[in-house]
């Protein structure tokens, strides 16, 4: 896998760890929620990505699942925030088995892998320790 795509993934992390740890600050949550929404859109951008290049892939049916993360990013944004946590979550969990199931490139899975367990532990922690 190309380096800058591995370190920009793992800096990717940086808010979300960063923002957990500072959950006691009462505009932290804000911060976390918004940039969680906007990172599982990008997720489903990589699969519009995939499907736009890989004539196998461009379906209707794969083209209207990429826009699912975008859209339950959008609606967590309108939820309180534990029920906002909760889809994002879950949103987090359900696509990275899609994306398990769908890209079979070894060091994407193994990156998406990490990636998806820390953010999943940091709305865990928010849910558990944070409100």
Not at 37 to 52: E, T
Not at 88 to 109: F, G, H, M, P, V
Not at 110 to 119: A, G, K, N
Request: glycine share 6%; net charge positive.
């Amino acid at each position: 896998m190309n380096k800058t795509a591995y370190l920009l993934g793992l800096s990717g992390l940086i808010p979300f760890v960063g923002l957990t740890a500072l959950m006691y600050q009462p505009w932290a949550i804000t911060f976390f929620l918004s940039y969680s929404a906007v990172i599982l859109s990008f997720l489903g951008g990589i699969h519009w990505g995939v499907a736009l290049r890989d004539e196998q892939w461009s379906n209707s049916w794969r083209l209207c699942l990429c826009m699912l993360p975008s859209l339950l990013g959008w609606l967590a944004l309108l939820l309180p925030q534990q029920a906002a946590l909760m889809l994002l979550l879950a949103a987090y969990a359900l696509w990275w088995a899609y994306d398990y199931s769908q890209l079979k490139i070894k060091e994407y899975r193994q990156l998406r892998r990490c990636l998806s367990l820390v953010v999943m532990v940091c709305h865990g922690s928010w849910l558990f320790f944070g409100l």
